[in-house]
C-alpha cells in the first residue's frame, strides 16, 4: 500500500480468529457472550475479539434509556442478582403527553395499546450496561479491543468478507505517516458480524456492495439529543417515565421527547426528530432546548445542574426497511441492522436478541466446519424471532405519522397498534415510507423560517458548551473524518437553495459557512470543525446532495460519555 505522497507503507500484521465483531455496544457483546455461552456448554473453543472505536466501552454509546429486560432476560437471566448491574430503578409512572404552547393534556394510560407500557422495564444508562457487559464476556474468554476503529473491510478475490483492518494511527493530514506512525492491525475471521450502530460507516459500504437493501423500503432515521441533570431532590421522582410529542414542533414535524428520572437525583432528557422533516432552517439542538422551557416541563431542573450532553442517530425504519443480515462471511446485528422500535422509543433489547440469534446460526455454521460463506438461516429466521414479534405490530406506526402528520398519524398509528394486537392484522397492510430523508427538504424560499432564542445558560444552552459536556476530542493532525465528494457543493448549491442546512442539523456545531463580511455575506466558505464531532451521523444522512461521507477517525476519538 502506498501513500498520498506515493510512500510505500509496511504491511499490516494479522490476527486469526473464528469470530470477529465490530462494535462493543449491546449487540456486539451479546453475540460474543453467546457465542461463548453455546461453546462452554458444549466443551467448544471458538476465538472471538470485540474491536471498539471508543476510547473505552461505552464512550460512544448513548440512548435514553428506557430498557426492556427481555434480551438481559434471555442472555443473562441472573443479572438482577448481580450488585455491578447497573440497572437499579424499575419504572413506577409512565405517562404520555401532548404539549401545546402554553400547556398540555395528559394521555390516559387505558388507550394505549399494552406493547406501549413500561412498566417492568429499566431506567438507566446504557453505556453502563455496555461497561458491565463487557466484563461479562472477557470472563468467558472474550477478547475487546477499545480504542481501535475498524476502518475497512478485507475481501478474498471473490469479494467475500474476510475481516477487518483498524485503522492506522498518527498519520498527519494530509494522509501521510507522522512522527507516532502506527499500521493498523488485520484482524481475520472465519466469521464477521457487524454492530457499528446507527449508519454504520462499514455497514452502508457493505449494504451498498452485497445490495442488502434490494427489496426493502428506504432506511429511515430520526436523531436524539440527549441530556442528563442532577436536580433538586424535591423535584425527583425516580422511575417516573415521561414521554410527549407537539410543541415545539409543528404538525407535519415528527418527533417527540422523553424525560426519565432514575438514579440518585439524576433525570435524563431528550428530543428526538424525524429526519425527514422539511424546512431546512430547523435545528434540532434548538428545539431541543426550547422544549424544556415549556411550563409542564421546565419546573423538573429547577435548581439543578446538566451534568451530560451527547447526540445519536436513531435507526427508524423498522419491519420493512431492515436489509438483508447476511452476506458472504458476515451479518450485520442490532441498529446496524435497523431493530429499534420507533413508538416504544426502544432497541437495545432486540439489539441484544439479534446479537444472540446471529450467534446461535453462526455456531451451527462453525460446527459444519464453514467459514466465510453466507449463514442465509439467520436472515431468514430474524422475522419470526423475538425481533420480529416486536417489529411487525408497529410496522406502519411512522409512515402514518410521516404521511398524515402528528395528530392523525399518531392517532391512525394508535389504532393500527390496537388492530395488531387485537386480531395480528392492519387495515392498513404494510406501508412505504416513501422518500430516504435527504430528499424531503424543501427550498428555502418555500418554507417559513425559524429562528430560536440566545440560550440563557441555565436551563438552555450553546451547542459549544453542550459539545464540551460531551467529554469529545479527536487528534488534531489526522486527516478530516468529514469528507465531502464535492467541495464546491455547500456554497454552491447547498447554500442558495436550503441556506445550507449542515449548519443547523448538527449538533455540534461542526459546519459553518463563515463570510469575509458578516454583513454584505461576501466571500461565503464552508468551514468543517471536525474537532467537535460527536459522531451522531446525522450529516451522512440528511445532506439534501448526499455529498458529506462520514469516515471513521483515529481510533479512541470522539465522545467519551460517561453515563449516556
Given at each position: ?108 394510560n387505558f388507550a394505549m395499546p399494552k406493547l406501549m407500557n413500561n412498566h417492568g422495564n ?96 428506504p432506511q429511515k432515521y430520526g436523531i436524539g439529543i440527549k441530556e442528563v441533570w442532577e ?334
Amino acid at each position: 500500500m502506498t501513500t498520498q505522497n506515493g510512500a510505500e507503507l509496511p504491511e499490516r500484521e494479522s490476527m486469526d480468529f473464528d469470530v470477529v465483531i465490530v462494535g462493543a455496544g449491546p449487540a456486539g457483546l451479546a453475540a460474543a457472550i453467546r457465542i461463548k455461552q453455546i461453546a462452554t456448554e458444549a466443551g467448544e473453543d471458538y476465538s472471538v475479539v470485540v474491536v471498539e472505536k471508543g476510547a473505552d466501552i461505552g464512550a460512544h454509546i448513548l440512548s435514553g434509556a428506557v430498557i426492556d429486560p427481555s434480551g438481559l432476560d434471555a442472555l443473562l437471566p441472573a443479572w438482577r442478582e448481580d450488585s455491578e448491574c447497573p440497572l437499579k430503578t424499575q419504572v413506577t409512572d409512565d405517562q404520555f403527553l401532548f404539549l401545546g404552547p402554553g400547556g398540555g393534556i395528559r394521555l390516559p394510560n387505558f388507550a394505549m395499546p399494552k406493547l406501549m407500557n413500561n412498566h417492568g422495564n429499566y431506567i438507566g444508562s446504557l453505556g453502563e450496561v455496555a461497561r458491565w457487559l463487557a466484563p461479562q464476556a472477557e470472563a468467558l474468554g472474550v477478547e475487546i479491543y477499545p480504542g481501535f476503529a475498524a476502518a475497512e473491510v478485507l475481501h478474498d478475490d471473490e469479494g467475500r468478507v474476510l475481516g477487518i483492518a483498524t485503522g492506522d494511527m498518527g498519520v498527519d493530514r494530509e494522509g501521510n505517516p507522522g512522527p507516532n506512525f502506527t499500521r493498523g492491525m488485520e484482524l481475520r475471521g472465519k466469521y464477521t458480524l457487524f454492530a457499528e450502530g446507527a449508519r454504520g460507516h462499514l455497514t452502508k459500504q457493505l449494504i451498498r456492495k452485497f445490495d442488502l437493501d434490494a427489496g426493502r423500503e428506504p432506511q429511515k432515521y430520526g436523531i436524539g439529543i440527549k441530556e442528563v441533570w442532577e436536580i433538586s431532590p424535591e423535584q425527583h421522582r425516580p422511575g417516573l417515565v415521561q414521554h410527549s410529542f407537539g410543541w415545539p414542533l409543528d404538525n407535519r414535524t415528527g418527533g417527540g421527547s422523553w424525560l426519565y428520572h432514575y438514579g440518585e437525583n439524576l433525570v435524563s432528557v431528550g428530543f428526538v426528530i424525524h429526519l425527514n422533516y422539511e424546512n431546512p432552517t430547523l435545528s434540532p439542538f434548538d428545539e431541543m432546548q426550547r422544549f424544556k422551557t415549556h411550563p409542564m416541563i421546565a419546573p423538573t431542573f429547577e435548581g439543578g445542574k446538566r451534568i451530560g450532553y451527547g447526540a445519536r442517530a436513531i435507526v427508524e425504519g423498522g419491519w420493512q426497511s431492515v436489509p438483508k443480515l447476511a452476506f458472504p462471511g458476515g451479518c450485520l446485528v442490532g441498529d446496524a441492522a435497523g431493530f429499534v422500535n420507533v413508538p416504544r422509543i426502544k432497541g437495545s433489547h432486540n439489539a441484544i436478541h439479534s446479537g444472540m440469534l446471529c450467534a446461535e446460526h453462526l455456531v451451527g455454521a462453525l460446527r459444519e466446519g464453514r467459514a466465510n460463506d453466507e449463514i442465509a438461516s439467520y436472515d431468514t429466521a430474524w422475522r419470526s424471532s423475538a425481533v420480529g414479534a416486536d417489529l411487525k405490530p408497529v410496522r406502519n406506526v411512522k409512515p402514518l405519522w410521516s404521511k398524515f402528520g402528528t395528530l392523525l398519524g399518531i392517532g391512525l398509528g394508535g389504532l393500527d397498534m390496537w388492530m395488531n394486537q387485537l386480531f395480528k392484522s392492519s387495515f392498513f397492510g404494510t406501508m412505504s415510507h416513501g422518500k430516504p430523508d435527504h430528499a424531503t427538504l424543501k427550498p428555502i424560499d418555500q418554507v417559513k423560517q425559524l429562528s430560536y432564542p440566545k440560550p440563557d445558560g441555565v436551563l438552555t444552552f450553546d451547542k459549544l458548551s453542550s459539545v464540551f459536556l460531551s467529554n469529545t476530542n479527536h487528534e488534531e493532525e489526522q486527516p478530516c473524518h468529514l469528507t465531502l465528494k464535492d467541495s464546491s457543493i455547500p456554497i454552491a448549491q447547498n447554500l442558495p437553495k436550503y441556506g445550507e442546512p449542515a449548519r443547523l442539523y448538527c449538533p455540534a456545531g461542526v459546519y459553518e459557512v463563515v463570510y469575509d463580511d458578516e454583513v454584505k455575506k461576501t466571500n461565503p466558505r464552508f468551514v468543517i470543525n471536525a474537532q467537535n464531532c460527536v459522531h451522531c451521523k446525522t450529516c451522512d444522512i440528511k445532506d439534501p446532495a448526499q455529498n458529506i461521507n462520514w469516515v471513521t477517525p483515529e481510533g479512541g476519538g470522539g465522545p467519551v460519555y460517561p453515563n449516556m
